[in-house]
């Protein structure tokens, strides 16, 4: 009797997404919502929120290849502040999976993953020039302490958005000013 072969599934790289609950108008720490997407070679990717730095409620949703998803109030998930004041108090939570077809790709589908506040849709948006309220990253995203600007966590950034495709600051994210975003360790 023949087995069946089950495939095997390999985590794709992670991103980490940091969004700003008032748009331009808020502090600008990107720590108001923060998750970790996890995609997988199964065409799924696990939802992790990390953490809450926004007061404001705010609800998740992914604009799924079947529709959209929606988590509900990420509060009921994790506190309001929690992981955004130093360390890491509280572990991520695992939301639960969704649908991440061949041909997806965080350059271009980042945007599927977004939050409402106050009626507005917040996502990451590609346009150049305007001020984003919503970034996507590779890997484990440090990202800031309540109140500190993401300009002033990562001081490469002013000069990547200057010129992104100045190759020597293209990994700003990867370069924290360390006493200015949340620690892992």
């Not at 720490?29 to 992790?48: E, G, Q, S």
């Not at 919503?134 to 309540?146: H, K, S, T």
Request: overall charge negative; proline content about 7%.
């Amino acid at each position: 009797e023949e087995q069946e072969v089950i495939p095997s599934v390999n985590d794709l790289p992670a991103w980490t997404f940091g969004f700003e609950d008032m748009g331009t108008t808020g502090d600008f720490d990107f720590n108001d919502v923060v998750l970790k997407v996890v995609p997988n070679t199964a065409n799924r990717a696990k939802v992790y929120l990390c953490a809450t730095g926004g007061s404001l409620e705010a609800e998740l949703h992914y604009e799924g290849p079947s529709g959209d998803i929606y988590f509900g109030s990420i509060h009921q998930y994790m506190p309001k502040l929690t992981n955004t004041n130093g360390k890491i108090t509280q572990a991520p939570v695992l939301l639960g999976e969704v649908s991440w077809p061949d041909g997806f790709t965080m350059p271009t589908d980042a945007y599927r993953f977004y939050i409402t506040v106050k009626g507005e849709r917040i996502n990451v948006n590609p346009t150049p020039g305007q001020a984003p309220k919503a970034i996507c990253v590779q890997g484990d995203w440090q990202w800031p302490l309540e109140n500190t600007s993401l300009v002033t966590a990562y001081s490469m950034l002013t000069k990547w958005a200057t010129n992104i495709n100045d190759a020597s600051v293209r990994d700003w994210y990867k370069h924290p000013n360390k006493t200015q975003v949340v620690s892992f360790e």
